[in-house]
């Protein structure tokens, strides 16, 4: 599993956040894999949003190199005590 921090606009970000936003187009140069999480920061809170990676579509529809990443909201991170 790898964690892939990402650049997102604001209004797309907030689309996911509230649901009505399910997947994400990317371009693979980072060979996403289903189990790899989506880690956005809110351009204005600061906020941290992460979302799991649960279906790679590519192909059929798409433009050369690119796909589409069906995802869900991981569960929160769980804080280490030092």
């Known amino acids: 599993m790898i964690i892939h921090e990402l ?3 604001r209004n797309y970000l907030e689309n996911l956040i509230d649901g009505t936003k399910k997947s994400e187009i990317r371009y693979n140069d980072r060979d996403y894999q289903v189990g790899d999480i989506l880690e ?3 351009p204005y809170t600061g906020d941290l949003f ?4 649960t279906h790679i579509h ?3 529809g798409l433009k050369d190199g690119y796909v589409v990443l069906s995802v869900k909201a991981a569960p929160p991170q769980k804080e ?3």
């Open 7 to 9: 650049k997102i606009e």
């Open 40 to 42: 956005f920061t809110h």
């Open 50 to 53: 992460r979302y799991d990676i």
């Open 58 to 60: 590519s192909g059929l």
């Open 80 to 82: 280490s005590k030092e």
